[in-house]
């Protein structure tokens, strides 16, 4: 195996103790969970060094290693902010797992040329990847709430319910998350019109990423602004959350996805 190859299965499986901690009730290993998440963090951030080291990646294995980077960042911070937050990882670790086995399978470096390469693409690539983080994480709370609904309803918590943070503490963090993400993301969306605008071409290009990722902006806006004018929460509100994260997985890596795997470019 080559290096990148070996790096990525290193890093996939430095995101196992994290979802053996978080699936352990934290209360009972409060210790283990920053080493573990440490070694989750490290483990991905030393394969995005290596990678980057060999250019700017634009690869869908790349693309769906940075987005799992983002998403153990903002878990940080996260977790760092709210305990409850912490309970997020039952939900978040197996899809970073998903999409670090996807990756893997797929892997193969692309890089930008260096006159494409400039800042402009760095704070607009950031923009995009912090935005999907903090949707990802968002949307995270939104299925944890139709889970603990759900359980109420029936009046039965299962395993999964007990390991998930209250409904209450959900639409907190649901409603937090996507304020960051629309502020996040509208400065991601300004800096791609103005790189847009510097190289000549229209300020609004018509082209799938372009498009999902207003389509993402207005639904995120629309989600806050219903949420602050009618009381918008719960199952309604989580489902509408789920749809915007679907809109940004369909812009950053999907795109990517469609591009090089299916099409072949």
């Not at 290596?50 to 294995?61: D, L, S």
């Not at 409850?84 to 899809?95: D, H, N, Q, S, T």
């Not at 907190?172 to 993400?181: D, H, Q, S, T, V």
Request: glycine residues 10%; positive net charge.
């Amino acid at each position: 195996m080559d290096t990148p190859l070996i790096l990525a299965v290193a890093a996939l499986l430095a995101l196992l103790p994290l979802g053996v901690v978080t699936w352990r009730r934290l209360e009972s290993v409060p210790a283990a969970f920053w080493p573990a998440l440490t070694v989750a963090v490290a483990g991905t951030a030393a394969l995005l060094g290596v990678e980057a080291r060999r250019g700017w990646p634009t690869g869908f294995a790349d693309a769906l290693w940075l987005s799992v980077g983002a998403c153990l960042a903002a878990f940080l911070a996260v977790s760092a902010l709210s305990r409850e937050g912490r309970r997020l990882g039952v939900i978040l670790v197996p899809f970073l797992v998903v999409s670090g086995a996807l990756a893997t399978i797929w892997i193969r470096h692309r890089v930008l040329e260096p006159e494409v390469a400039s800042a402009w693409i760095a704070i607009h690539v950031g923009a995009s990847l912090a935005t999907y983080a903090l949707v990802a994480l968002a949307a995270g709370a939104g299925v944890a709430i139709l889970i603990q609904e759900r359980a109420i309803k029936r009046r039965a918590r299962g395993a999964l319910s007990e390991r998930l943070p209250s409904v209450a503490a959900c639409e907190r963090l649901e409603f937090y998350l996507l304020l960051a993400a629309a502020i996040v993301l509208g400065a991601g969306i300004a800096t791609g019109m103005a790189w847009s605008n510097l190289k000549g071409g229209p300020v609004i290009p018509l082209e799938h990423k372009s498009l999902l990722a207003l389509l993402a902006f207005g639904l995120i806006v629309g989600i806050l602004t219903l949420h602050r004018v009618t009381g918008l929460r719960g199952r309604a509100a989580a489902r509408w959350v789920l749809g915007a994260s679907l809109a940004m997985f369909l812009a950053y890596p999907g795109v990517k996805f469609v591009t090089e795997v299916l099409i072949g470019r």
